[in-house]
């Protein structure tokens, strides 16, 4: 979050609409901070248009899969499939739905607030060798002592990802449209409060 902030201001970035940055924590603990900010924002709550979540970074391997959580809630999630596209990196909604990641996240009260949002994190195809290496990651690093700064990071592939996600943050900063929910969308009931 920070390289892309810091990249888009050394770029002088200029959007139609503000970019804000939020770094949120206690998701672990009932989503309290990412709460909190969407009860309290610093910015009046009517100009939050979108919210991008990155949690779950884990370039472990390269960026040819990305996983969007909430795609085909929002046409935040058609503007994540035009930026991959260019990119080269396919899309795919959530693989496990049954889990359901999209309201276990800190979107999530962005989305309860309204706001569409997408959670977005690399993806890989079940039985592949890229999720192998994102279950041994999970099973021996994920909130264990292990879990620290010397990571197995895929440098080139975080970079990709944080080109994404810049990219991203300026297709939909600079739309004439801001996003909006599906009608479909179960959380489309949210933008009515």
């Not at 959007?15 to 990412?34: N, Q």
């Not at 884990?58 to 929002?74: A, N, R």
């Amino acid at each position: 979050m920070m390289e892309v902030a810091d990249h888009l201001k050394e770029a002088s970035v200029k959007t139609k609409r503000s970019i804000l940055f939020v770094a949120v924590t206690g998701e672990e603990k009932g989503l309290l901070g990412s709460r909190y900010y969407a009860t309290n924002p610093t910015v009046p709550a009517a100009s939050m248009v979108a919210d991008i979540n990155t949690d779950m970074y884990l370039p472990l391997y390269p960026l040819k899969i990305l996983t969007v959580y909430g795609l085909d809630e929002s046409t935040l999630g058609d503007d994540a499939r035009t930026i991959a596209k260019q990119m080269e990196v396919r899309v795919q909604s959530d693989p496990e739905p049954a889990r359901n990641i999209f309201i276990r996240s800190d979107q999530y009260n962005f989305t309860r607030r309204g706001v569409p949002s997408v959670m977005l994190e690399f993806g890989n195809e079940k039985g592949s060798p890229e999720a192998a290496i994102e279950k041994k990651w999970l099973t021996e690093r994920y909130h264990a002592p292990s879990d620290d700064v010397n990571q197995p990071v895929d440098k080139q592939a975080a970079a990709a990802f944080n080109v994404l996600i810049e990219r991203l943050i300026e297709y939909v900063a600079d739309a004439d449209a801001k996003p909006v929910w599906k009608s479909n969308s179960f959380f489309r009931r949210y933008a009515m409060n």
